[in-house]
DNA sequence: TTTGTTCATTGCAATATTGCGATTAATTTT
DNA sequence: AAAATTAATCGCAATATTGCAATGAACAAA
């Protein structure tokens, strides 16, 4: 099938897994690594900084930008690129009660 | 290609993804929820808890597991999972320092 | 031993993802 | 206007993922 069957999750759980699978690429993190790094960017540097095709770099960064966590403004004939402090922030709350479930009061049953 | 290129980003950054890969299907996301709440779980529970098949099941239970990220321990017929909480936390750890990087000094340019 | 229970594995079909060459679109420079 | 620059889009091939029916393996109960 290829196709995960959404409609029996909660919403929550969806969002977890769309965020998650955004970064499920280490270009993707690669290139947010470079964003949080440098600021801004255009797309010609992460060509550069990254050793992939620019039409490659091009799809990574439209899926990013899908999601929202980051946006492109164009200047002249490049784009520059950044973080979207507000939507990772609410990204970041999302992961962050998922990932931080509580532990200390579980027993270790296995 | 659909073959993501490893060998050109940084030991961190494929572990990342890898991480995040494994949290990008809701039914995964739903499964460790499940395990969290629950304190432990055999595989018959999760698929009358989720809606999926129980091979389908017993697929996710195995990446979740070669992560490390859970446990399985064999009682009879049937096989109680539960979370590994060395390997959580450490998991964490990755997680949280690519989610928490630094948002306050930066300009929005765009 | 036979039967039932529970989970893992196999094998397959359907769909998704990744990567890039070729092209296009938008803009700047000359 | 023509050429150059930059990034997006198209179209394709290769591979990965998802889901499940069928089957197998391990154990328990009769």
């Known amino acids: 099938m290829g196709?995960?069957?959404t409609e029996m999750?909660?919403?929550q759980q969806n969002?977890?897994?769309l965020f998650a699978k955004v970064f499920g690429h280490p270009a993707r993190v690669s290139i947010l690594q470079h964003l949080f790094k440098i600021d801004s960017c255009v797309?010609?540097?992460l060509v550069n900084?990254?050793?992939l095709a620019q039409p490659t770099i091009s799809q990574h960064l439209k899926e990013?930008?899908?999601l929202?966590?980051?946006k492109g403004n164009v200047e002249g004939t490049s784009v520059c690129y950044c973080i979207d402090k507000k939507n990772w922030t609410a990204m970041k709350?999302?992961?962050s009660d998922f990932l931080n479930q509580d532990l200390t009061k579980k027993e270790e049953c296995c």
């Open 15 to 17: 969002e977890i897994a």
């Open 43 to 45: 797309c010609g540097d």
């Open 93 to 95: 709350t999302v992961m």
């Open 64 to 66: 990013l930008k899908h």
């Open 68 to 70: 929202g966590l980051i």
């Open 9 to 11: 999750f909660t919403d």
């Open 3 to 5: 196709l995960a069957k």
């Open 49 to 51: 900084e990254i050793g």
